[in-house]
């Protein structure tokens, strides 16, 4: 399949790009990337820190293609990685040899933000959301899940979305419903997109 | 502050959604939901400073307005009706002037639309009928943050069940690129306006098959607008700013919109209560707002801030606002030198200039009534709790109290 790349490509479509042999990406979600260049503009990032791509985390692992981390590749663990489906200890030899020291440390500074981020790699910043409830009334599963409530435009009524406002911000509860996660994933940016003030981001892009 | 639900009167949204449990606020947006996490900071009576008990607040403020001699009544736009009519008559049985704050807000919109010059509709037809969402100088993430979210833009409901991206169809037009212009992406067109009065007579003039000013942007949202079918303005206070005073024309755009698909207009946004007052006064006198009932009429100089400044009145008897902090410096100097009685929940730069302080209930969490929201629809509101004292009860001591 063909994409067609923006003017500035962003690290959605390399993760796209890279991801496709590693994983079954639903065909309906590329097609729909690829019938709407425009959204791919997503990752500008306004001012915001830049995400991080399995392609910088690749780069400094020992690209020995071991195994020893339980993947196939290290590309393959890079993505897993930022994905946290895996953890960086699980590359052992990262921490076992000594010539991998220096990389070791740039890894770890690199992976800093993946602390502050939920479980699946969605990031908020309380201090810029007014609580619009844009991002929870948009989101897909919400509608799905909750058609009277939030696909309505009122507060869940469901005990586990995926976001809800509390005392006037943005809370993350159940991330793991998140679209964007998981085997099936699909490229989501309903709740970021919809955010006004930037107070959404997704780790990687 | 107990467990349950409310309404929220952080602004004309009215959300009817707001859960309280374990002392956490859910739905309420940040505005809104500093209303009930900071429920508890409240005033206590006062006169001239000094704390005293309920009655004797009480019984000065009586006082003080039974031997005004040209007493104003202002504020009123945060409480319910029922409280308002309360005020009204006060303000009719001492032959008082009466005023909020809509006369510098969207008071004018609301008029237009009392009067039958512009066609209107209600939010929860705008939820599920809309197509083209058009806000007109006014930047509702701010001021009016779940707008888009519970009545307009972003539910399913009705009609339009397959969400913002198929069904519905955004415009933003304003001087700046604000945080709702942001929302603009595909199937949704920002103008950035220079002239408010130009780009009414773009409309019109594209209407007409000419090509006028903005005239790419005008000739895609009519399309779109007769696509849709139904579709609504919100006017804002941009818009009210921009087309001074002269909405002849404005009307005539909606109209002959109007003759293309339904358009309808509802003012974007206010106080929780500004509507409702502007109605009452509305049916009472004919008037909305800045009305003598000395004279038996409404006039720009019984505007409050007017009276203030030009030494018209010596009492001020105000009710849930806090004009010491909004409006200008020398009006506010003014408006120390008169007699100030103030009825509110919570302490304010008002409270700190009144002589005479009452605290009195929020209304969805220690007292009850009717709202009118900004679409007009009539929202009763039940309260968390019983507190002691209502505006509506105030009031109706002070009215039964004066000579
Ligand atoms: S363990 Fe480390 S070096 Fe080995 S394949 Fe995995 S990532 Fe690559
Ligand atoms: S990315 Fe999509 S599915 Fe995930 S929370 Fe945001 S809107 Fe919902
Ligand atoms: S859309 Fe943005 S500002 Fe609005 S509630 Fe969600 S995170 Fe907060
Ligand atoms: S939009 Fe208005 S009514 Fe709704 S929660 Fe916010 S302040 Fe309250």
Known sequence: MKIILPPHPTSIIQLLIISKPLF???????????????ELNISENKGLEMPITPMEVYKLLPKTNCKKCGEQTCMSFAFKLINREKKLEDCTPLFEEKKYAGQLKELQKLLEPLQEATETGLIVDEDLCVGCGNCVVVCPVHAAEDPKGMGSGFGPTIEDPILRIEDGVVKVIEMMKCRRYGKNRVLCVACRENCPSDAIRFLEG | MPDGMSTCTGCSCLCPDIVIKDSKIFNACRKGSSIFKHQDERIEPSIEGK???????????????????????FGLDTIPLEAQEVAIELAKKRKAYIDDNSAFCLGDFIELILKGDLPTTTLDDVKSNAYVIFYWGTDPYNSLSRHLSMYTYYPRAGKRQRGYEEDRYLVVADVRESHTAKLVKKNAKFIKVESDEALVEGFLSSMEGKAGKYYEETGRILKEMQRGKFNVIFGGLGLKYGLNGKYGRFIEMIKKMNELAEVYFIPAGFHANMRGFNELMFEKTGSINRYSFETESSAPEYEFSELVKNDSIDTALIVGSDPA????????????????????????????????????AITGIDQGGTMVRSDGVRIKIEPLLEGEYTDESILQKILEGVS
Not at chain 2, 65 to 71: A, G, V
Not at chain 2, 326 to 352: A, G, R
């Open chain 1, 24 to 38: 079954p990406i639903g065909r309906g979600s590329l097609s729909h990337l690829v019938n709407r260049p425009e």
């Open chain 2, 51 to 73: 704390k005293v008990k309920f009655e004797e607040a009480l019984n000065k403020a009586i006082d003080i307005i039974s031997s005004s001699e040209k007493l104003a009544i």
């Open chain 2, 325 to 360: 902090n909004s409006l200008p410096f020398d009006v506010v100097k003014k408006l120390k030198e008169i007699n100030i009685v103030l009825i509110d929940p919570k302490p304010s730069l008002t409270s700190k200039i009144a002589e005479v302080v009452i605290p009195s």
